[in-house]
């Protein structure tokens, strides 16, 4: 199977949504031929920026949306899978969110999600979006081009 390309989606804030993206990322992982276990873990962050932009970004705000975009780089024998998700939020310093291994922090439930993220992918990059609101975009490196 040919992996090059973009895939987008663009969900409302709605919860409701997850599922669809669950079932687009896991897709993305075996085009990727990933194994079972890699998939899930990309599933797991990728989810938990789709809530983190949900709750936090767009503020449940039906009328905003999220966008997702999956792409293999470079697209020609791609060695990365790249997920970037998109809130039109007011964004915000990722300087500021609290480490949660941290011992005052351990029963807090801010900063997990980012947590997550950058346990299970090799690259996680925040920042504030060119249109508004917050970007963020994860790599997992792929085992051979092609």
Do not use: Y
Request: overall charge negative; proline content about 5%; charged content about 25%.
């Amino acid at each position: 199977m040919t992996r090059g390309g973009l895939v987008r989606l663009q969900i409302p804030s709605l919860f409701d949504m997850l599922d669809l993206v669950q079932v687009l990322s896991d897709r993305m992982g075996q085009m990727a031929a990933l194994d079972e276990d890699s998939i899930h873990w990309i599933g797991v962050a990728v989810r938990e920026s789709v809530i983190n932009a949900i709750k936090h970004g767009n503020r449940e705000h039906p009328h905003k949306l999220v966008t997702i975009e999956f792409s293999f780089t470079p697209s020609e024998s791609p060695t990365e899978l790249v997920v970037s998700v998109t809130d039109e939020g007011e964004g915000f310093d990722p300087g500021t969110v609290a480490n949660p291994l941290d011992p005052q922090n351990i029963l807090k439930s801010s900063g997990r999600g980012i947590f997550f993220m950058r346990s299970f992918m090799d690259d996680v990059r925040l920042r504030r979006a060119p249109d508004g609101g917050m970007e963020v975009r994860m790599m997992k490196k792929l085992e051979s081009g092609g």
